[in-house]
T-cell receptor, first 114, second 114 residues
Framework: NAGVTQTPKFRILKIGQSMTLQCTQD?????MYWYRQDPGMGLKLIYY???????DKGEVPNGYNVSRSTTEDFPLRLELAAPSQTSVYFC?????????????FGSGTRLTVV | KNEVEQSPQNLTAQEGEFITINCSYS?????LHWLQQHPGGGIVSLFM?????KKHGRLIATINIQEKHSSLHITASHPRDSAVYIC??????WGGGGADGLTFGKGTHLIIQP
């Protein structure tokens, strides 16, 4: 009954450091997404995946990479952290279907790059 | 690219008042979501609509496909309803590129005073 689990919840990085944001879901959802939320702005799509082994860029992919080796896991990698990547990151998943699907969000990761 | 506008941006009301939050979008959609984000940051899905009206407890969501408009209503509002309410749309059932996720409004910050 865990849903979508994100770790860590908070992280401070120095410019140029790298890190991986972890995301795991236990609902057997095919679709998984990474979004970032900046103050006063709507969430923006970074990357998404429609199934294991398949990923594609969203609206704001620069500076990030993803992989999807299993249905459950969809980690987001920051290689060279920059202050512009200071944001709150949300992982989400949804079941494949027609229009009758719902989204489940993780609790978010608040990242600060200094 | 779909543009999603929410109004009002901020709303403060007294406990018990009837609340209406509006969402308009620019391009035809396959589904519209209403989400709730509490001060702790977690995002919860409230409704998914493709037509008509849905009700859950004191929350009612409606959508008018022809007018590209949706409303979220809260009856007998309570301080625990204080949160950011986010409208998000999916432009096509499958889409491609950045379209295979949701386009989000900036949210409506609701405060219910006792």
């Amino acid at each position: 009954n865990a849903g979508v689990t994100q770790t860590p919840k908070f992280r401070i990085l120095k410019i140029g450091q790298s890190m991986t944001l972890q995301c795991t879901q236990d609902m057997n959802h095919n679709y998984m997404y990474w979004y970032r939320q900046d103050p006063g702005m709507g969430l923006k799509l970074i990357y998404y995946s429609v199934g294991a082994g398949i990923t594609d860029k969203g609206e704001v992919p620069n500076g990030y990479n993803v992989s999807r080796s299993t249905t459950e896991d969809f980690p987001l990698r920051l290689e060279l952290a920059a202050p512009s990547q200071t944001s709150v990151y949300f992982c989400a998943s949804s079941s494949q279907g027609t229009t009758n699907y719902g989204y489940t969000f993780g609790s978010g990761t608040r990242l600060t790059v200094v | 690219k779909n543009e999603v506008e929410q109004s009002p941006q901020n709303l403060t009301a007294q406990e018990g008042e009837f609340i209406t939050i509006n969402c308009s979008y620019s391009v035809g959609i396959s589904a519209l979501h209403w989400l709730q984000q509490h001060p702790g940051g977690g995002i919860v899905s409230l409704f998914m609509l493709s037509s008509g009206k849905k009700k859950h407890g004191r929350l009612i969501a409606t959508i008018n496909i022809q007018e590209k408009h949706s409303s979220l209503h809260i009856t007998a509002s309570h301080p625990r309803d204080s949160a950011v309410y986010i409208c998000a749309v999916r432009s096509s059932p499958w889409g491609g590129g950045g379209a295979d996720g949701l386009t989000f409004g900036k949210g409506t910050h609701l405060i219910i005073q006792p």
